[in-house]
């Protein structure tokens, strides 16, 4: 089993940066894929960024530039950079860890608020 827990989240003004980490304990292996999904009221989850063991990294189009996925494998933690946030980003930020055989295990959430 894993666990993830989120942390970072909150208010933010529009054009300005928050981090985002996930730590994760339990069955943990750097072979592990790790992202974030995001999902606003009303509307469907969708991936924001992933980041495979070898260092591979996919982001959606919409933060291209601007969120920046990371991993510290000796900590456990998973980290998203966000920068230029817009009120669009606003949303409840899930990480997840996937196994090389495809199990996924997912965090809570944390809820980051752009506004001003």
């Known amino acids: 089993q894993v666990q993830l827990v989120e942390s970072g989240g909150g208010l933010v003004q529009p054009g300005g940066s928050l981090r985002l980490s996930c730590t994760a304990s339990?069955?943990?292996?750097?072979?592990?894929?790790v992202g974030w999904y995001r999902q606003a009221p009303g509307k469907q989850r969708e991936l924001v960024a992933r980041?495979?063991?070898?260092?591979?990294?996919t982001y959606a189009d919409f933060v291209k530039g601007r969120f920046t996925i990371s991993r510290d494998n000796a900590k456990n933690t998973a980290y998203l950079q966000m920068s230029s946030v817009k009120p669009e980003d606003t949303a409840v930020y899930c990480c997840y860890r996937m196994k090389p055989w495809g199990r996924e295990y997912w965090g809570q959430g944390t809820q980051v608020t752009v506004s001003s």
């Open positions: 339990g069955s943990i292996s750097s072979t592990d894929v």
């Open positions: 980041l495979t063991s070898s260092g591979t990294t």
